[in-house]
């Protein structure tokens, strides 16, 4: 039953987090363009908060799972290995930002965080099976793969509507119409998602 549980729970959670993160790297510069471009706000700081904001959801599966990861350690009174485990990707990140490619550009920053992230993932995740006895069986696989194809599915979908229709977003026009035009991207990706996502389930 526990067992159930936490399959259930990491399912879930990928569920969520890896389309979320796909669609941020696809629509990211029309994303950052609706919400900020417009004063002092111009094209180049669009660019690189859009690199930025890349590099962040790379790691938004990993920091979704680590987060699950946190919790079923607490559940069970044991709040060392989090901790052990948040010290060393702390580590690690300061280390990499030292790094010219890590330091010297948005992107890099914000990638060093994401490897911080998958870090502790794998961390938390090699303590898990001592702690409970979980391991990923067959069936998680399978409706794992379901994920990740049903999601490059719609990221591709999305990246060809991006194609044709995003820089409708970037260029100067009426707030609002941006605004709308921002909602019926996501909105259409999300639905295609949970059609698909219910089919293949």
Known sequence: M??????????????LAIPAALALIILTEPIVSVLFERG???????????????GF???LPFAAIARVQMQLYFAHERVRL???????????IVGLVQLPFFSQNTLGLALS?????????VDQQVGLYSLNGWIANRAFWV?????????GLVVLALFVANKNFGSNLIIEQV?????????????????????MIYFLD
């Open 175 to 195: 707030a609002f119409t941006r605004w709308v035009g921002l909602g019926i991207f996501c909105a259409s990706g999300f639905g295609l998602y949970a059609v």
């Open 2 to 15: 526990l067992h159930q549980s936490i399959d259930r729970i990491f399912f879930l959670t990928f569920v």
């Open 40 to 54: 002092a706000f111009r094209e180049g700081d669009r660019i690189g908060t859009a690199m930025a904001l890349s």
């Open 57 to 59: 959801a790379f790691g």
């Open 113 to 121: 965080f994401t490897i911080g992230q998958i870090l502790l993932c």
């Open 143 to 151: 409706k794992f793969f379901k994920v990740i194809m049903t999601s």
């Open 82 to 92: 989090p901790l052990l485990s948040i010290a060393f990707s702390i580590i690690l």
